[in-house]
């Protein structure tokens, strides 16, 4: 007859976890590590689209980079990415993947400007037209579908952006495309994310304000100084 401590020991090996659907592709959930740990592994093998997402850029800009060759013929400027096994059997096409170890290294040695930079920096145009990814819960807490968001994705500058990363690739939150005037007047999940983000949508609105006020001062000296020049000109007497 089993012990006490055998039945529980061979229960405990017996029993699967719940499976929890991944809302984001990702290659393995056994890459991760565990649930306290900040950031994925470097070992982590991420689909395109979370790569391109990862290096802030779209998934078409790195297929390019794959499709580039060198001078001397080798793969292109982008990050290598994992090779699949060659298998003899015919099958559909295998995914392309990436380890995050290596996105990590381009990601540092490519500090140019994202569009999340460019657009935040390109005054009003940009942050009513340029379509960025952001962070979001998965499902909307209020009535109306009102999604509330979490952060940029784009957004090298978030301390956080390396758990929200991992929390994406795990399923538990998605990302949606908005324009940074959209994301600003939508909810947040943190008051102070929403509050420096809107921020900069604000000091926009402001820098505008006093550039058409300035404007408005300037055409009014401009009338002002036309009356007088209106005045002081003398009416020439008839012949």
């Given at each position: 007859?089993?012990?006490?401590?055998?039945?529980?020991?061979?229960?405990?090996?017996?029993?699967?976890?719940?499976?929890?659907?991944?809302?984001?592709?990702?290659a393995?959930?056994?890459?991760?590590?565990?649930?306290?740990?900040?950031?994925?592994?470097?070992?982590?093998a991420?689909?395109?689209?979370?790569?391109?997402?990862?290096?802030?850029?779209?998934?078409?800009?790195?297929?390019?980079?794959?499709?580039?060759?060198?001078?001397?013929?080798?793969?292109?400027?982008?990050?290598?990415?994992?090779?699949?096994?060659?298998?003899?059997?015919?099958?559909?096409?295998?995914?392309?993947?990436?380890?995050?170890?290596?996105?990590?290294?381009?990601?540092?040695?490519?500090?140019?400007?994202?569009?999340?930079?460019?657009?935040?920096?390109?005054?009003?145009?940009?942050?009513?037209?340029?379509?960025?990814?952001?962070?979001?819960?998965?499902?909307?807490?209020?009535?109306r579908?009102?999604?509330?968001?979490?952060?940029?994705?784009?957004?090298?500058?978030?301390?956080?952006?390396?758990k929200?990363?991992?929390?994406?690739?795990?399923?538990?939150?998605?990302?949606?495309?908005?324009?940074?005037?959209?994301?600003?007047?939508?909810?947040?999940?943190?008051?102070?994310?929403?509050?420096?983000?809107?921020?900069?949508?604000?000091?926009?609105l402001?820098?505008?304000?006093?550039?058409?006020?300035?404007?408005?001062?300037?055409?009014?000296?401009?009338?002002?100084?036309?009356?007088?020049?209106?005045?002081?000109?003398?009416?020439?007497?008839?012949?």
């Open positions: 007859m089993q012990t006490r401590a055998a039945r529980e020991h061979r229960f405990k090996i017996c029993r699967r976890e719940p499976r929890v659907k991944n809302k984001a592709p990702m393995h959930p056994d890459e991760i590590k565990g649930p306290d740990a900040d950031a994925l592994p470097d070992t982590a991420l689909p395109a689209e979370l790569a391109a997402l990862y290096l802030c850029m779209s998934p078409a800009q790195l297929a390019d980079l794959r499709k580039s060759r060198r001078p001397d013929g080798r793969a292109g400027n982008g990050p290598p990415i994992i090779k699949p096994v060659e298998s003899a059997a015919k099958g559909p096409k295998e995914p392309v993947l990436y380890e995050l170890g290596t996105l990590r290294d381009f990601a540092k040695s490519h500090t140019a400007p994202t569009a999340f930079d460019t657009a935040l920096n390109s005054g009003m145009l940009g942050w009513v037209t340029a379509k960025l990814p952001f962070f979001a819960e998965l499902e909307p807490r209020v009535k579908g009102r999604r509330v968001l979490i952060g940029g994705a784009w957004d090298r500058t978030d301390p956080l952006r390396e929200r990363f991992k929390d994406l690739a795990k399923g538990r939150i998605r990302f949606t495309s908005l324009t940074c005037a959209e994301a600003a007047a939508s909810l947040w999940a943190d008051l102070a994310s929403h509050s420096a983000f809107a921020e900069k949508g604000l000091a926009l402001r820098s505008e304000t006093q550039g058409i006020e300035a404007s408005l001062a300037a055409t009014g000296l401009l009338a002002a100084a036309s009356d007088a020049d209106a005045v002081k000109t003398p009416t020439p007497n008839p012949v």
